[in-house]
């Protein structure tokens, strides 16, 4: 794991913890992972990915399957880079904003065993555990010896702990300090010597079994005790338990022989005794929170168990809200990317299976649509490059729009052209009259736009447009660090050259599109074409919307 002590231009200070399965990027656009207030920053400056055991820092950003640098360079230790494997205590400059980079600042990896549980003496309930979150009392057996004003005095530093631990939560928006709070609560409160918060990263399988837990914070009683952490084990027993039955656990295993008079021998033998609460809220469990006792001759009690019990509910609250922020900006970035390719429910089905961008393809009707600009070569020649780019941005933002509204999904832009399928990823009855509605308004929104582009010193534009029906193979075609959602085939290939033999403001379709039309165009027929590979000519229509 890795960390980010970020300080922007605007002086704001925070921290970025850093996951190995993400991507973070940084720049001065709101959709960034990293968002810095730095006029001179660009918009998508640069990012961090992880790979062969490290985070490695990129100045720039993907676009049309090539890193485009930033302007104003990134700066590691002093020295520009274009990228760079980041190690501990790394200074890093983007623009006027400074990152500092932690290496495996949590307390690195834990050790896990699968032994049994030794004696259980008392487990809390997942309903007990949910009226804490929800403000109701858990119970606390008072003694009722001589020392029950001593008592009610500690529940009362209890309460008072809890208090101030809420305010710091709730102003809190870092997990580094939200679980700095909650062991400092349970090691003034407690006799724990260890304690561990253990955070959850959710395999693609969704077994609760397959779960996987690292350590978010780890903190000792003393400075004896931290250099001997890497030798503990943490129960996957126990913690499978917890998290599993949204329970709980006070567990007894310590041993009071003689022989164990020393903490080595301790750590050797794994004398302890443990309690484990989950950090569960009404959607889930989120991981656990694992607190150790390594005196052989002492134990938690039940009002222990309560306590840390109480601070794990109060915690997992402020880590789902923290969890579901950074879902929604995950979102919000994934939704703004594809938005530009795919019809707003179709985005919403892909926000809600993730597992549908796997790679991989199947077969399936379609109908693909090409559509591209007559003349273009020769209008490239006598204009600017900028005024060219300008028009085209015009033209595809319309054209677009006209696709996404008919239910289409844009495949890609193909310099002057654009393919489109109708079917995919989700099929209807209805694609192939969609297909013909969204190429008859293509045309007829093209004559409304030749108009504005006349007045703004543009030429006319004229287009031609070829639509077939047929078996693709559709889905994700390329690598796991670059992919697009596309159609090949068969199919493909004759759209493509019913395109090419359309003249501007034609629309020609093949014969097999024109049987799968459900409503009723004015078709006229044409000569049959000859295409290369098959031995049948194709019969050819034209639609008539004018």
């Not at 503990?232 to 338990?241: D, F, M, P, W, Y």
């Not at 052989?296 to 809200?321: G, M, R, Y």
Request: aromatic share 6%; charged share 25%.
């Amino acid at each position: 794991m890795g960390r980010l002590k970020v300080t922007d231009a605007s002086g704001r200070e925070w921290e970025q913890e850093l996951l190995p399965h993400l991507v973070y990027t940084i720049g001065r656009s709101p959709s960034n992972q990293i968002v810095l207030r730095d006029p001179r920053t660009s918009r998508h400056h640069a990012q961090i990915r992880y790979g062969n055991g490290c985070f490695t820092l990129i100045d720039g950003y993907e676009a049309a399957g090539e890193v485009r640098r930033s302007v104003n360079r990134v700066f590691v230790n002093g020295e520009a880079i274009a990228e760079k494997q980041l190690t501990d205590g790394d200074e890093i400059l983007v623009g006027a904003s400074k990152l500092i980079f932690e290496k495996d600042f949590r307390s690195g990896k834990l050790n896990f065993d699968d032994r049994p549980l030794g004696r259980t003496q008392l487990l809390l309930s997942s309903d007990a555990l949910m009226q804490s979150v929800k403000g109701k009392k858990i119970a606390l057996e008072l003694q009722t010896d001589t020392s029950e004003i001593e008592d009610l005095r500690r529940k009362a530093k209890i309460l008072e702990l809890l208090y101030e631990m809420s305010k710091t939560l709730t102003g809190a928006f870092d997990l580094q300090t939200i679980f700095a709070k909650a062991t400092d609560v349970i090691f003034e409160a407690t006799p724990a010597d260890r304690v561990v918060a253990l955070l959850k990263v959710n395999n693609v399988s969704g077994s609760e079994q397959n779960d996987e837990l690292y350590p978010i914070a780890t903190k000792t009683r003393s400075s004896e005790l931290s250099g001997l952490t890497g030798k503990l084990t943490i129960s996957r027993t126990i913690t499978h338990k917890v998290m599993s039955e949204g329970l709980a656990l006070l567990s007894q295993d310590a041993r009071t022989d003689a022989e164990f008079s020393g903490v080595d021998s301790i750590v050797t033998q794994g004398v302890r005794s443990t309690i484990c609460a989950p950090l569960m809220t009404e959607s889930g469990v989120h991981g656990a929170i694992y607190a150790d006792r390594l005196d052989p001759f002492a134990a938690f009690t039940a009002d222990d168990l309560a306590l840390i019990s109480a601070v794990t509910a109060n915690t997992a609250v402020v880590v789902e809200t923290i969890r579901a922020h950074e879902r929604l900006a995950r979102e919000q970035v994934a939704r703004a990317n594809y938005s530009r390719f795919l019809p707003p429910y179709v985005v919403q089905q892909l926000l809600e299976k993730p597992e549908s961008f796997a790679l991989g393809g199947t077969n399936q009707i379609v109908t693909v649509l090409f559509a591209d600009i007559r003349g273009f070569t020769r209008l490239s020649e006598r204009e600017k490059p900028e005024k060219i780019l300008q028009l085209l941005n015009r033209y595809f933002s319309e054209m677009t729009e006209l696709i996404f509204m008919h239910g289409g999904t844009l495949d890609k832009y193909i310099g002057d052209g654009l393919m489109a399928l109708f079917g995919a990823p989700t099929a209807s009855p209805q694609d192939a009259t969609n297909s013909v509605r969204t190429a008859i308004a293509m045309q007829r929104r093209l004559q409304e736009l030749n108009i504005e582009l006349k007045a703004d010193g543009f030429e006319e534009l004229g287009i031609g447009i070829g639509l077939h029906t047929g078996e693709a193979i559709v889905g994700y075609i390329g690598c796991e660090k670059r992919s697009e959602y596309t159609a090949i085939g068969d199919t493909v290939n004759l759209a493509a050259r019913l395109e090419a033999n359309a003249l501007a403001g034609q629309i020609l379709m093949s014969g097999v599109t024109a049987a799968a039309l459900r409503d009723s165009f004015s078709l006229v027929p044409r000569d049959s074409i000859t295409v290369r590979n098959r031995v049948q000519t194709v019969p050819l229509f034209e639609v008539q919307w004018k």
